[in-house]
């Protein structure tokens, strides 16, 4: 049977016949594993991602997490599918073997992921912010910290989470209040209050491991003041059992349109209602230096911004392939032309529109996934690669994530929306998946970064960075790909068309940073991430196309069929967007409050 969750063909396509993850085997790091140990991970995560993830996807999302003034509930189903999902060892499937990891490429660790975000986000949620909670402890921990809080992470014994916004600062993380004073033992106490915290109370595990950006008596103000901290919700005793409840209360669940099954919670520290030792304050022990914490706390942002496209491409590619199977089976009308009404109606994906519909959601998740599993290889070559080569795979890996994040979070979800439109009225109905995932969804444009604040990132700070070097990087891979095309008839007239907006790209962005006025530049940094992600996208099927060139067999002719339509309906859409860049629209800019 066809899984609805993720194409297990297009996964391999991509995995071996494009990102060529053979090849990584021959790397010291993943010198024991091949092709079987690669695909044998794959069936274990499709099959527990089938039987235990997806079996209780919509019993999680009628079944809200609540709270009773003591205690988090949530329906028991939850706790069995991560215990699973830890015993298997995938909680630590890409770590080093020395904590109990599988050493698997980044690329391959997270084409298994994309199948629990595609069936269950709300339960993949809490081993997602597990790991990037530990990967950040691992590079900048102690090793009594790693030892403490990592492995029974990587057991599954203990999750994490990330504590940066605030019910007053949201994401202007320059303007957090809460604060961290020195104890006389070493360790810190900290007060406060962090608000939109996922994962952040539960029963799931034995220990909550969080990790806090607070302020210290002394810190300049700014970004330039903030540490980060581990807070524990339970303290370690010195033989390593959970010991006593540190000053750490839940003030209540954030109730939400999707994502339901993930705890989204309000916390405060050191309000007192617990005082180990007798003094108030949640007890913490900080990370690295002092006055660094925001840029260690980048480390799990930026792995979870990748992953939050990654997941926003999952869910748009599940929806996708519910109405595909809904599209061949739902007979209705009759195709034009043939208007005799004694003949029996059509499934619906004869019809023309029902075909732009289901093309536009393919070429969008096929991208997402493509663009998330490149990041990822580029992961794998950061982590494996010296000298000039790891530079060249951070400086790319850096450009890439705004829009890794960004760029599925808008387009996967319009797959969702799409989906919704292909099923009609059912698909507004909760007897349909579809209407949950795009729920879902929704979420993934704003955490993590908005898809504003990504493109101030990318328009204020990554094209510009180490003198453009960065984007120079990237245009030039683009260039290289569409040189390739330019050698296979059916592809040089789309490698033409990238390369126009390749060059009209690079000349608006000189333009913008060279106009003498700031305010101006990025007073339409959004529109700049469309354009550029959707010219990113576009390599990325070329790319793609290039990979299916020369291939029969229908899956191949769908690659090829779904990139032609991303460069006949979606890269045109660059050139007015491009146009209002170069034309240094003031509009927004110049809108004052009272006009409204």
């Known amino acids: 049977m066809t899984s609805l969750i993720l194409s297990r063909r297009d996964i391999e396509f991509m995995l071996y016949e494009w990102l060529n993850a053979e090849s990584l085997v021959a790397l010291p790091r993943y010198a024991d594993h091949s ?5 044998a991970v794959l069936d274990l995560s499709a099959e527990i991602a089938t039987e235990h993830f997806a079996s209780h ?3 999680n999302d009628a079944n809200e997490p609540w709270f009773d003034g003591d205690v988090v509930h949530m329906i028991p189903e939850v706790k069995a599918a991560l215990d699973i999902f830890a015993e298997a060892g995938l909680i630590a499937a890409g770590q080093d073997y020395d904590l109990g990891g599988m050493q698997l490429p980044t690329l391959v660790e997270k084409a298994c992921f994309a199948w629990f975000l595609a069936a269950n986000v709300g339960t993949a949620a809490y081993p997602f912010l597990t790991i990037g909670n530990a990967n950040l402890l691992l590079t900048y921990g102690t090793p009594e910290q790693k030892q403490t809080w ?3 992470m990587m057991d599954g014994r203990f999750f994490g989470t990330m504590c940066l916004s605030e019910p007053q600062a949201g994401s202007s993380l320059a303007d957090i209040r809460t604060r961290a004073e020195p104890d006389n033992d070493g360790r810190y106490r900290v007060f406060g209050n962090k608000m939109w915290i996922s994962g952040g109370e539960h029963s799931l595990s034995e220990n909550i491991v969080h990790l806090v950006l607070a302020r210290l008596p002394d810190a300049p103000p700014g970004v330039k ?3 980060l901290f581990i807070v524990p919700r339970h303290l370690i005793e010195a033989d390593g059992t959970v010991g006593e409840h540190n000053d750490v209360v839940l003030a209540g669940l954030n109730h939400k349109m999707g994502y339901r099954g993930t705890t989204n919670t309000l916390l405060n520290f050191g309000e007192g209602k617990f005082t180990p030792e007798g003094k108030s304050g949640a ?3 900080l990370v690295g230096e002092a006055n660094k914490g925001l840029s260690y706390m980048f480390h799990m942002m930026n792995e979870a911004r990748i992953g939050v496209g990654l997941g926003a491409a999952a869910l748009g590619y599940t929806g996708y392939l519910h109405a595909l199977e809904y599209a061949r089976e739902r007979k209705q009308g009759r195709t034009p032309g043939a208007k005799d009404p004694s003949q029996p109606a059509v499934a619906i994906i004869e019809h023309t529109d029902v075909k ?3 093309l536009a959601q393919k070429a969008y998740v096929e991208g997402g996934l493509g663009l998330n599993l490149y ?9 494996t690669s010296q000298g000039d080569d790891k530079a060249r795979a951070t400086l790319l890996l850096d450009m890439l994530t705004p829009v890794a994040k960004s760029w599925p979070s808008q387009w996967c979800l319009e797959a969702n929306n799409l989906a919704i439109q292909v099923h009609g009225g059912y698909g507004y109905t909760r007897d349909y998946n579809v209407e949950q995932f795009y729920r879902d969804n929704r979420l993934n444009p704003i955490h993590e970064g908005t898809h504003g604040i990504q493109a101030l990132d990318l328009l204020g700070r990554k094209v510009v960075m180490q003198g453009g070097l960065g984007l120079d990087l990237l245009l030039d891979l683009i260039q290289a790909t569409t040189a390739q095309a330019s050698e296979v008839a059916e592809l040089a007239e789309s490698g033409a068309q990238l390369d126009a907006v390749v060059y009209r790209l690079a000349d608006v962005t000189r333009k913008l940073h060279t106009c003498g006025q700031p305010a101006l530049t ?3 940094a959004a529109v700049y991430l469309e354009a550029f992600g959707h010219t990113v996208v576009a390599w990325i099927w070329l790319e793609q196309m290039l990979a299916a060139a020369g291939k029969s067999g229908d899956f191949y002719a769908g690659k090829r069929q779904a990139g032609r339509w991303y460069f006949a309906w979606e890269l045109p859409r660059t050139e007015q967007w491009l146009n209002l860049l170069s034309s240094l629209d003031d509009t927004c800019l110049t809108m004052r409050d009272n006009w409204f």
């Open 522 to 524: 990025m007073a339409n």
């Open 283 to 285: 007890v913490a022990y």
């Open 225 to 227: 003041g903030i540490s």
């Open 375 to 383: 990041c990822a290889r580029l992961i794998d070559e950061e982590r």
């Open 35 to 39: 092709r079987e140990t690669f695909d």
């Open 57 to 59: 996807n919509k019993k």
């Open 150 to 152: 990592v492995k029974p």
């Open 356 to 358: 732009r519909m289901l």
